[in-house]
């Protein structure tokens, strides 16, 4: 597509529940990179793919947050067992091999 | 560790009147990249300029021009004639060099809310 693509755009869960969060990439770009934003503070980096591999997930909080990039295209973050301090806008960028990242219009969470 | 401090949280500014953002860097590395992006009240992260730590030439674009400062450790931002149009959150970021790129592991400064009133 023209851009990367998220969805849903805004998700309300319950706590407990499990959430899957999508990222469609621009075509061709070989990096995915998923980050957090909480309210009034800056993006905080997740966890990124070259292509099929995650090559960093140092910023995943804890293990009930994971993702996947199978073919290298589409990538989903799973927060299981979502908790309040969950709430936040997810966003996912997508770059060609190192250079600017393209940011998607991002996801928000709630969780109640 | 890298660390981006935005230490302006909001900006209130006249239309027409010029305004700098303020972003001090620490890193240890000798190469890096320093970025800075727009947040509307949209939504979306728009990216505005990358710098390689090595180029410290001074970058206009239109009314926007970047101010980089290696002894200092600043890349001030700073926008000519504000428009309303310019109201946003604006973020500096800082990343590591990836072979004779970044990486896109970037470091976010906290932001700074940009208000031009009419």
């Known amino acids: ?112 | 560790a890298q660390k981006v401090t935005q230490a302006q949280t909001e900006i209130s500014v006249v239309e027409k009147e010029d305004v700098t953002l303020d972003c001090v860097y620490e890193t240890r590395d000798t190469t890096y990249y320093l970025f800075w992006y727009k947040q509307p009240p949209s939504g979306e992260l728009v990216f505005l300029i990358r710098r390689n730590s090595f180029d410290e030439q001074n970058e206009i674009s239109g009314r926007y021009s970047w101010n980089f400062q290696k002894s200092t450790s600043s890349f001030n931002f700073t926008i000519t004639a504000s428009q309303v149009v310019d109201s946003a959150v604006y973020f500096c970021a800082l990343s590591r060099e990836l072979g004779s790129s970044n990486t896109g592991k970037l470091i976010f400064g906290q932001g700074t809310t940009l208000q031009v009133k009419p």
């Open chain 1, 1 to 112: 597509g023209a851009g990367v693509s998220q969805s849903p755009r805004y998700k309300v869960t319950k706590r407990g529940q499990d959430v899957a969060l999508r990222c469609d990439p621009i075509s061709g770009h070989v990096s995915l990179y998923w980050y957090r934003q909480a309210l009034g503070q800056g993006p905080e980096f997740l966890t990124y793919f070259n292509y099929e591999a995650q090559q960093d997930k140092s910023g995943l909080p804890n293990d009930r947050f994971s993702a996947e990039r199978p073919e290298g295209s589409i990538s989903t973050l799973t927060i299981q067992r979502t908790e309040q301090r969950d709430s936040a806008m997810y966003r996912c960028a997508s770059s060609p091999q190192r250079g600017e990242l393209f940011f998607g219009e991002g996801s928000r969470l709630t969780v109640l």
